[in-house]
């Protein structure tokens, strides 16, 4: 196996796309999705990179690449369609020991992007190691006909319940057991037909009494949201 799966958190961190076209905006919609403090290169810009750099949301360089540019970036995206400048924005990162990925030229990256159903937390990531981008995003559409809202609906109301179970002290091996008997009493189910008061006799029933779906999701909000 050439790729090592993982999950990277760049939540606050530098990242550089170099390239502002449609492939590059696509790039950049994810690393913002992610948390990432981006700055695009490119002497021409899509118009939702522009407005995205009006809102103050991404630094946008509207200028040739320079091997510069690399430095203090934790994660670099080439998304250009010059073969010549691919490979030196490449090279750039590979000196630094930098994450780079190269769009479409998976053998001059370091790491590659799958194919990604995400709702709310819940994720899947569908690779082919860069044998095949078309058969991955024809098994993502796919799946995002199986797995609704209720997927990312379930897992924080799970959060939510672990998070209660923690603060009263329960032990966190003792959680595993009440839920797999959430999950075996249909839960997902329940919070995908919006059965409330089921939802709740079912808590009640693993978790005993002060376990109620609205207060548990209401909880579970950020502030602001």
Known sequence: MRY?????DIQGRPCLVVGGGRVGARKV????KCGAIVTVVSPEAASNLAQLAEEGRIFLE???YRSSDVKGQFLVIGATDDEHLNRQIHA??????LLCNIA????????ILPAIVRRGDFMMAISTAGKSP?????????????FGPEYGKLLDLMGAIRRKL??????????????????AGDLLELVK????DRIDRLLEEVLGPGYRYDQLMTADRQPGE
């Open 166 to 183: 923690l603060a009263e002290a329960h032990e966190p091996e003792a959680h595993k057991p009440l839920f797999e008997r959430l999950i």
């Open 29 to 32: 919609d994810t690393l913002l």
């Open 62 to 64: 509207r200028r040739e």
């Open 193 to 196: 037909t919006g059965e409330k």
């Open 134 to 146: 078309a058969f991955a995003k024809h098994m993502r559409r796919r799946l995002e006909s199986q």
């Open 4 to 8: 090592y799966p993982v999950n990277l």
């Open 92 to 97: 750039d990162a590979e000196r630094l020991n």
């Open 104 to 111: 479409d030229r998976p053998e001059i990256c370091n790491f």
